[in-house]
């Protein structure tokens, strides 16, 4: 089974390759392509549930890796390492992130009150996908480890994370569907789960991504949602993510609503590597990375705020946000086709007549109150507005 394999902390898409099950499969995309998230997510609340520090700080994650590949990830553009990968002492762990300045997202240390004066630590991890079959816990007891945890520090967030098919049961009563995932989201601040499209063989339907960071938000209601994001192949022989699904996976998962991104790098069989990430693709993430981190205070403001808006043809994908006396519109070109002279109509942007496109060193005219632009495969463009 998969906890044979990675150990305490395991994700279920990767049980197959240990020869275990996750249930049906991922359900193909249904989302309309044509622009924004969904009606819901428009004026969302900045944050909350205990997560003042995601002000201006975008967490970007790699999971479970040593102390010894801490320098690389960080000259990748990641800022936190997640869960402690077995084999390895936990307070070396600790003390290797505290020196390479990298924040902590982990079980709670031996001595859970001595997290108190670690300004690296994130959030308290709770055991992994403790929805799935194959690795479950029940909510009840969740539900009990997170009110003994604020306890000790109720500043301190709850992270869980979830099989990102959202398609668990019960294995004792078969319980299911939303208001059983409810019950785990109350024992917990912190709402994430994972998915792997391309790992999966679904590379041309990046969709679900976005699908799943709507699911996640519509069960975590005020809380921040994270999502995982696949950047090699978990199984020796499995398809290996490009540099541009990587590229529109990332984006896909912000448009629609993330706070945060976490890879997963590791392979588990036919041997266990910590890291099988591409160059080429290490290189795509260096560069989002920084994008990212740059943008970070704006990514965290309110989703999709009313006073803006933006519609454009599918198969690009939208967002916005409003910062320090300017409007930001993210969109992506959600096809690994490129697709040129694409409309994107704005709304709340008063009489301005051009926008620079962040990080490309060029502007747009905006024509009556629309922006027309070419599109690369899976490209994002990120307009400024003044």
Known sequence: MLRACLGASVTAALVAACGGSTGTAAPASTAKATAAPGSHASGAPALSEGSVMLTHLFPIGAYVQAPANFGMW???????MVVVPDGNSEKAWNKAAV???LYEIRAPAGNPASDASNRNLLAWALPDEPDDVTSQVPYAKIQRTYRAWKR???RVPVYINFNGQFNQHDVTTDAAGASWYHQYVKGANWITSDLYPVNSGQG???GVIGQEVTQLRQLAGSRPVFVFIES???AAGNPVITPDQFRGEVWEAIIHGARGIFYFPVQITPHFKYDVTPPAVA???TRQDA????LAG???GTINPRSLGATAPSPLQVAWRSSAGHSYFFVLNLSPTAVSHQTIALSGVGSATSATVYGENRTVPISGNTITDNFGPYAIHIYQVP
């Open 74 to 80: 960080k000259s990748r553009g990641v800022n936190t």
């Open 99 to 101: 020196r390479d300045g």
């Open 152 to 154: 000790i520090d109720p």
């Open 204 to 206: 041309n339907d990046l």
């Open 232 to 234: 090699g192949a978990f």
């Open 283 to 285: 290189a795509e993430m």
């Open 291 to 294: 994008t990212i981190t740059k």
């Open 298 to 300: 704006v990514l965290q």
